[in-house]
C-alpha cells in the first residue's frame, strides 16, 4: 500500500469563522473586501461588530502602538502578545498575523517555525510577508505546513530604505511589470491574497484583473478586490503627517484628549468623583466602624 504524502490540514477554523476560501468568492462576485489593521482586543472586537472581513495585525504597531519611527524594531514576541489580544476580541473576521522583519528573511525553516507561533500561540488564521523573489519559497514553505499566506508588495516599508524611501512603487513601465510578474508568482506560490501598497491604480487594476485571489489595496485605487487601512490613520489617532491614501473617518484623537482634559479639570476641582461613583455602607457598620477606629486610635497612642 502506498501512502501519499499529504499537506498538513490548515488550523481548524472556529465556529462563526468566515471561511477563507468565501474570499475568492467575494472576489468573483465583485463584494469589496474590507480590511483594517487591530492591535488589541477592543480593537478586534470594533472591527468584528463593524463588519470586517480581515483584521491585520499589522506591523505598523511598530509605530502606532510602541512609538517606533519605522515598522523594522517590531519582534516576534510583541507581535504575539497583540495578535494574541485581538483574536480574543475578534470572532467572525479572519485574524492576518504580520511577520515582523527578521522572521522570516533567514530561511523557509525559520519563517514557518515563526508562522506556527502566530498560529499555535496567539491563535492567527493566516500571516502575511512582504516581497516576493526570494520570499516565494517562505509562500510555498508556510503554505505547505497549513498556514494561509497573504503576500504584500508595492511599498513594503520593512525595505522602504532599499526602495528609498516610502514613496509609490511601480511608477515606470518596467518597474510596473516587475509587480505584475511578482504578483502572478505569489499566487503561484499559494498565497491566498495580496496587499498591494502605494501603487497606481491603472496598475493595479491590470494586477487584480489577471489574478484569482483578492487583491487589498492601500493606496492602490478602487478597483483593487479589497481595501486596507490602518486603524490609527482611519481613527485620527496617529500624530504623524498621513499619507496621500489615508482617510480619516473620524478626529477620535480629539474626542480622547478633550475627554481626559474634562476629567483633569474635574478632579482638581473636586468634581470627580460625585456622589454615584462612590461605595456606601450601612449605617450601622460605619458607626461600629468609628467607634472600633476611636478605640484603635486610644490604644495606640496608650502604646506610644
Ligand atoms: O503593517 C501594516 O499595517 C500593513 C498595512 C499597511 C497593509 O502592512
Given at each position: 500500500m502506498s501512502i501519499r504524502p499529504q499537506k498538513p490540514a490548515p488550523a481548524t477554523p472556529a465556529p462563526g469563522k468566515l471561511p477563507i476560501t468565501e474570499l475568492a468568492e467575494m472576489k468573483a462576485r465583485r463584494q469589496p473586501i474590507v480590511m483594517v489593521t487591530a492591535y488589541d482586543a477592543p480593537g478586534g472586537r470594533l472591527a468584528d461588530e463593524a463588519g470586517a472581513d480581515l483584521i491585520l495585525v499589522g506591523d505598523s504597531a511598530a509605530m502606532t502602538?510602541?512609538?517606533?519611527?519605522?515598522?523594522?524594531?517590531?519582534t516576534m514576541e510583541e507581535m504575539l502578545v497583540l495578535t494574541r489580544a485581538v483574536t480574543r476580541g475578534a470572532s467572525r473576521p479572519l485574524v492576518v498575523a504580520d511577520m515582523p522583519?527578521?522572521?522570516?528573511?533567514?530561511?523557509d525553516e525559520e519563517a514557518v517555525r515563526n508562522a506556527i507561533r502566530f498560529v499555535?500561540?496567539?491563535?492567527?488564521?493566516a500571516v502575511k510577508l512582504e516581497g516576493a523573489g526570494a520570499m516565494l519559497t517562505r509562500v510555498r514553505a508556510i503554505g505547505d505546513a497549513g498556514i494561509p499566506v497573504q503576500g504584500h508588495i508595492g511599498l513594503t516599508p520593512q525595505s522602504a530604505t532599499m526602495l528609498g524611501g516610502f514613496k509609490a512603487q511601480g511608477r515606470s513601465a518596467e518597474k510596473a511589470l516587475a509587480l505584475y510578474d511578482d504578483a502572478r508568482a505569489l499566487e503561484a506560490a499559494g498565497c491566498f491574497s495580496l496587499v498591494l501598497e502605494a501603487v497606481p491604480a491603472p496598475v493595479a487594476r491590470r494586477i487584480s484583473e489577471a489574478l484569482t485571489i483578492p487583491t487589498i489595496g492601500i493606496g492602490a485605487?478602487?478597483?483593487?478586490d479589497g481595501q486596507v487601512l490602518v486603524w490609527h490613520d482611519l481613527l485620527g489617532l496617529y500624530a504623524g503627517r498621513p499619507a496621500r491614501f489615508v482617510k480619516r473617518y473620524a478626529e477620535v484623537g480629539e474626542i480622547i484628549t478633550a475627554a481626559l482634559a474634562e476629567y483633569a479639570a474635574d478632579v482638581r476641582e473636586r468634581r470627580?468623583?460625585?456622589?454615584?461613583?462612590t461605595y456606601a455602607m450601612p449605617d450601622d457598620e460605619l458607626a461600629e466602624f468609628e467607634a472600633k477606629l476611636s478605640e484603635h486610635q486610644e490604644q495606640r497612642r496608650a502604646r506610644r
Open positions: 502602538m510602541l512609538g517606533h519611527d519605522s515598522t523594522v524594531p517590531a522583519f527578521g522572521s522570516f528573511q533567514v530561511s499555535k500561540e496567539a491563535g492567527a488564521d485605487g478602487l478597483d483593487c470627580f468623583p460625585e456622589e454615584r461613583h
